[in-house]
């Protein structure tokens, strides 16, 4: 059997068998007194997340930016970044500079910095970022506790980054390069989230908002119905990018209806728009409601070892 | 210009200039209180780190031990260990089962666990380990802080790793592979060591003694003679093993002649042998004393873009 028969989170099941103590989660957690703290590790390379044409300084703020989404997801303040490189001895040299220079980017622009990491010779460009946060124990938004009856919530806007590839598939485009690599990680939404201690439970959407919500089934066994017409689409995006495209790292979160209007005011305060796209239901099946009835929500989303090239 | 032409030193002081957070230690830190929390990652690969016949078990093993061997370098206490991999597709998936064995038979030899980390699809076998630990900041061991008269000392013994890469070199053979691969942090050591408080400047020998001994020579702004009669050669290793190949993994550290006496009794107390091999000087200049006379060190010992393909 083969990692390609078999699928990256089956993968990642295998080997947390044997740990034992790793969480399912965005972020694992250590305690630290009143606090917790979080560490994250996203792995990146040019083959599975770069088009052509992504610029070095593109591919230093990306990796930077979607290792604070999994602390945004989990409402941390980043305490600094770690990266490791590994690149090929024929790679030109201002590579380094201009990867460095996104990276400080983007890690000066959410209060934190680059700390520190490891630079190794490999055939393919590949980018290892690490980051770590801290945040109250009591806040700290797990992707569990999701309970029947609780709104589900995105914020931003839904299926940016599945129109840019699309764009991308059809030529070079720097707005399109843009759009899916300047990703803007939900920090201060995260945080003004987990101050309000009212999310049952939050995580980043990396690989679509179908398999996020999947991924959201499994560990708090319970369903969710979404509405297709209150789904808050980027400009010339589709439902299908918003669903099934990876790439936006909005947050996605389920509240108590109650704490829906509290909620809403935080996320404004910090300039964050928030739409309800659902509910949470006690069945564990995934249902996409549109004007010409519901039906299942499709299980599907990028998925490594399986989707390898399908996407770039 | 390539990276092959400047090498993996100059490399990292490039990104460091551009960051300027970055200090030139074996790992980062945070101020946490009366603490200090340490950070590192170390990142590996087949074609470079692991011989031929190197079995997953090994790997894992082999990729905890020594993100956790920095750790050890600073005295600090491990608190997590991630681990993100990225595997090609094709791999058979009981990789990952063995490959998880041995990273969490290292992680819980050391009193610490697998935590997290990411799985992703890459060409080449790459894993990237992250430790986090935290000590006493003022215990804290750095790189800098080495003064004239201390005495150079070194734990363990030393060229164990290219005595066995020698073997492997000839052909497989299981017990070099264990030698080579097996590596074991120096966990407890370190530990007993920071907790003195008398050691001046501290890292582990990953890329042979020579090769650490220009680094600290460039970071205190000092210099070092070894004696080639008092260093501690691993069976069958020779001067040439100790001093100039990689992947011993020992501490390397310097003390003033009146701590001597207190850091042996320390380390004795935790079974860790230690020998003093030399001692700083106030020129920057790196002398190995032999019967034969005075020679300069030579500047070598692996390095990652310049020296591919030449070790295994």
Tied chains: 1, 2.
Excluded at 12 to 20: K, L, Q
Excluded at 70 to 98: C, I, N, Q, T, Y
Excluded at 250 to 259: G, K, M
Aim: with cysteine; glycine share 10%; aromatic share 6%.
């Amino acid at each position: 059997m083969k990692l390609s028969d078999i699928g990256e989170r089956r993968a990642i099941d295998i080997m947390a068998g044997v740990y034992d103590t790793v969480t399912l989660d965005d972020c694992a957690t250590i305690a630290d007194g009143d606090n917790v703290l979080l560490v994250t590790s996203d792995m990146v390379n040019e083959t599975s997340h770069f088009p052509r044409g992504a610029s070095s300084r593109q591919m230093g703020w990306f990796t930077v930016a979607v290792n604070l989404s999994d602390l945004a997801g989990k409402g941390g303040r980043p305490l600094g970044v770690l990266l490791s490189l590994g690149l090929p001895g024929s790679l030109d040299a201002d590579f380094l500079e201009d990867f460095a220079m996104g990276a400080h980017d983007c890690a000066t622009a959410y209060d934190t910095s680059v700390i520190g990491g490891d630079t190794k010779e490999m055939h393919e460009v590949t980018l290892c970022g690490m980051a770590l946060g801290r945040m109250r124990r009591d806040a700290y938004m797990s992707r569990t506790g999701a309970a029947p009856g609780d709104l589900v919530c995105v914020t931003g806007t839904l299926g940016r980054a599945g129109w840019a590839l699309d764009c991308l598939r059809n030529g070079s485009d720097n707005a399109a390069l843009r759009d899916l690599l300047h990703v803007e990680p939900r920090i201060d939404a995260g945080r003004a989230l987990a101050a309000t201690q009212a999310v049952h439970a939050s995580m980043d959407i990396s690989d679509g908002l179908a398999a996020s919500l999947y991924q959201l089934s499994r560990v708090n066994g319970c369903g969710f119905t979404v509405d297709a017409d209150r789904m808050p689409l980027s400009s010339h995006a589709t439902l299908e990018h918003a669903l099934y495209d990876g790439g936006d790292y909005e947050l996605l979160f389920t509240v108590p209806p109650e704490a829906h209007e509290q909620v809403a005011g935080v996320l404004q305060a910090v300039g964050c728009p928030v739409s309800v796209v659902g509910e949470v239901i006690e069945t564990r099946e995934l249902l996409l409601r549109r004007d010409s009835g519901t039906e299942t929500l499709e299980h599907r989303g990028y998925e490594h070892f399986i989707d390898r090239g399908k996407t770039l």
